[in-house]
């Protein structure tokens, strides 16, 4: 069965670039779609963005000139990248294959 | 963006006992092609978050049938007929017909 596991630093500086990879097993990324969502204290569970292997993709507005997310088929991998972050990024990061099987979560703290 | 407003936030609940949870939604979740988004997950401690039911009422797989969905409209319940120990956390609702996808802020289940 597919699993999702993410991946990246666990501390980023404010101003910075948060990256974050999110690795498929036991599936092929060459179907459905592919979610990044967050989960914080403050905001409670936030749906970040979502892209099709194809490369059609849709970001949450409130974010969608700060973040990037795309599609590496032949690692079977798919990215989130934010720009500028502050502490209010702050937050365990969860990739998703469409609504129903989610990562385990990766917490990011942005300080200096 | 689409508000979903649960209700109660806390529930406290007896082993054995059902337990009833309320999601409303600021505008109707039903889209164009008729279906109706709105789902359930569930947080256990320590875990990310599973999805219970799709489009109101359907069970994901693996999921006991002690849960159950109803509703339409801007108006949704999430059942549990007979609250078990593995039952605890905090459940979600979440609506997927309009972008931004959405949230509710979580109903947390515990026993008494």
């Known amino acids: 069965q597919v699993q999702l596991q993410e991946s990246g630093p666990g501390l980023v500086k404010p101003s910075e670039t948060l990256s974050l990879t999110c690795t498929i097993s036991g599936g092929s990324i060459s179907t459905y779609y592919w979610s990044w969502i967050r989960q914080s204290p403050g905001k409670g569970l936030e749906w970040i963005g979502y892209i099709y292997y194809s490369g059609s993709i849709n970001y949450n507005p409130s974010l969608k000139s700060r973040v990037t997310i795309s599609v590496d088929t032949s690692k079977n991998q798919f990215s989130l990248k934010l720009t500028s972050v502050t502490a209010a990024d702050t937050a365990v990061y969860y990739c998703a294959r469409r609504k129903d099987v989610w990562g385990q979560g990766t917490t990011v703290t942005v300080s200096s | 963006d689409v508000v979903m407003t649960q209700s109660p936030l806390s529930l406290p609940v007896t082993l054995g006992q059902p337990a009833s949870i309320s999601c409303r939604s600021s505008?109707?979740?039903?889209?164009?092609?008729?279906?109706?988004?709105l789902n359930w997950f569930q947080q256990r401690p320590g875990q990310s978050p599973r999805r219970l039911i799709y489009?109101?009422?359907n069970r994901d797989s693996g999921v006991p049938d002690r849960f159950s969905g109803s509703g339409s409209g801007t108006d949704f319940t999430l059942k549990i007929s007979r609250v078990e120990a593995e039952d605890v956390g905090v459940y979600y609702c979440?609506?997927?017909?309009?972008?931004?996808?959405?949230f509710g802020q979580g109903t947390k289940v515990e026993i008494k």
């Open positions: 489009k109101i009422s």
């Open positions: 505008q109707s979740l039903v889209y164009s092609d008729g279906n109706t988004y």
């Open positions: 979440m609506q997927g017909t309009h972008w931004p996808w959405t």
